[in-house]
């Protein structure tokens, strides 16, 4: 009787392991289930490795030392990786998306809604047919080869020509950095041209070296030139046009954006991170614009990518941020890329310039821009799907915060990786472990760009939750009222309109996707 016990429990996991489910993973990860379970299935049930078994197992599964392995499509090609590096206004992106543009086949992947609209558009009406990516939308073209996306939903499935990904330093991100990572490795292009910053060389000299691809370096100059002013601004009423002050806070872009427009002379347009992209875009434009009144931008460090915009001068209010956890200094890559924002080839301001408010401020400016930025090490990752599935077979019982938790608590990573901050998706899988859903479902709703932080951002997804749960649909109308929302008139009522906004950008992402939640219909 035993014997049986023992021999049923093995076969259940082993089971477990190869696709007794009904899940359809790559050939990488259906070939270690398969490994994995007949490894399992073939111990002796009085084996003294018996009882290890599972335990070696788990070690197997958290092992997280090969991520270039989990692409077997782009391990089929020795890829011709160009590395394009230089200074913000140094046309990298610009050579790699001519590569692009006269490639038969290819593929965009950008950290912003913003860039993938912008490249969709300029090869568009360059007649090279692209389709459109992203989160919140797809927007397909017919006879197209092309795609621009948002990195998160590059494709890791397909053969590509030439794949360009922008701002590729942003691996070393400590919240998105996977998903550059798993462009990086993933995407099966004969041509990739990656654009960033210097500091991310040598850490991709190192992961190329282990895929084999075949790597070019080239290096580019800033097209013009940036000046850092030794005197500081001396008051507001010395801003002129052209000129980008930028601060941190939605209540501080509000005030100076006042206190600039009481003097009489300059209208401002402001840019931050939580308005909407189509609402920076609008203001972008505004400001653009010569023959608009708006002739002063006040914005946060978001025009540091994402947005076309004539800069005169770049004018610091403060060289503090508050991070989410402590205010800190900013560091030399901010500063680097707000900075080179002044000054645009081609423009009216071909000419940049760059200063603070406070003269205390101006040593670390100087100090900054003469200052390469700090060398990556390290290369984001987050446990895929595939992963955290196999993972959680082996913990039947417990529910997705405790297997993604254990998992990372787990993880065996080499010294060029790290696993990115998983504090916001624990966040949602607390939310979702109290509604009976498939794994999958959990997986997509963590993942989400929900800002568990914000509360009614929290609650929208709390009850696209429950409502997806028990009716397998969500209806609006049912979270929010149609009617309800009125101009805002305070900057407490702009602050929710903006989470509310949130809210209806997550919603979007379910509809638009190619997966289960799809099922997600959201009644307007």
């Not at 992106?93 to 290819?106: I, R, W």
């Not at 401002?268 to 920076?280: F, N, Q």
């Not at 991070?323 to 071909?350: C, H, W």
């Not at 900054?368 to 993972?391: F, T």
């Amino acid at each position: 009787m035993a014997s049986f016990l023992l021999r049923r429990n093995s076969n259940l996991l082993a089971r477990s392991l190869t696709g007794n489910y009904k899940e359809q993973f790559c050939p990488y990860f259906q070939a270690k289930f398969e490994c994995l379970g007949a490894a399992l299935n073939s111990l002796h049930p009085y084996s003294r490795s018996y009882g290890s078994a599972s335990g070696s197992i788990r070690n197997e599964i958290t092992d997280m030392t090969c991520p270039h392995t989990w692409y077997p499509l782009a391990r089929r090609k020795r890829r011709r990786v160009f590395l394009h590096v230089g200074p913000t206004n140094s046309g990298k992106t610009y050579q790699a998306l001519k590569q692009l543009q006269s490639s038969a086949s290819g593929i965009y992947c950008g950290p912003l809604r913003l860039l993938a609209w912008e490249v969709a558009k300029r090869l568009n009406k360059a007649n090279v047919p692209c389709d459109l990516i992203t989160g919140q939308e797809r927007d397909e073209v017919e006879g197209a080869h092309h795609k621009a996306v948002t990195v998160e939903m590059a494709d890791v499935s397909t053969d590509y020509k030439c794949a360009v990904i922008d701002e590729i330093q942003m691996l070393g991100c400590n919240t998105r950095g996977y998903s550059f990572t798993r462009a990086l490795l993933g995407i099966a292009a004969d041509e990739l041209h990656l654009c960033g910053d210097p500091a991310a060389v040598p850490l991709i000299q190192e992961i190329l070296d282990i895929t084999g691809d075949e790597l070019e370096v080239q290096y580019y100059e800033r097209l013009s030139p940036l000046v850092p002013m030794k005197v500081p601004l001396r008051s507001l009423s010395d801003v002129r046009n052209g000129d980008c002050i930028v601060t941190f806070s939605r209540r501080d872009i509000y005030k100076l954006k006042k206190r600039i427009e009481r003097e009489g002379k300059h209208l401002c347009s402001v840019v931050y991170g939580s308005l909407p992209p189509e609402t920076r875009t609008r203001q972008a434009s505004m400001f653009n614009d010569a023959s608009s009144e708006f002739d002063v931008l006040v914005a946060s460090d978001a025009i540091g990518m994402g947005l076309n915009l004539n800069i005169s001068r770049i004018i610091f209010s403060t060289m503090q941020k508050f991070d989410g956890f402590q205010m800190r200094d900013l560091t030399v890559p901010e500063i680097k890329q707000i900075a080179g924002r002044a000054g645009r080839y081609g423009s009216n301001f071909p000419l940049g310039e760059v200063t603070c408010m406070s003269g205390d401020d101006l040593p670390l400016l100087h100090s900054a821009l003469d200052s390469p930025s700090p060398i990556l090490e390290r290369a984001g990752l987050l446990p895929s799907y595939e992963l955290l599935y196999m993972y959680s077979r082996l913990h039947p019982q417990a529910g997705f915060y405790q297997v993604l938790e254990h998992f990372v608590d787990n993880a065996k990573l080499s010294e060029k990786y790290f696993i990115v901050n998983c504090d916001q998706v624990l966040k949602v899988a607390a939310v979702v472990d109290e509604f009976p859903l498939e794994l999958r479902d959990k997986y997509l709703f963590c993942i989400s760009p929900a800002d568990m932080d914000d509360e009614i951002s929290s609650q929208g997804l709390t009850q696209f939750v429950e409502n997806y749960a028990k009716k397998g649909l969500v209806r609006l109308r049912e979270i929010f009222t149609p009617g309800t929302l009125k101009v805002p008139t305070t900057p407490q009522a702009l602050k929710d309109l903006e989470s509310i906004h949130k809210v209806f950008s997550v919603a979007l992402i379910f509809i638009s996707s190619d997966t289960t939640l799809s099922l997600l219909r959201c009644d307007l």
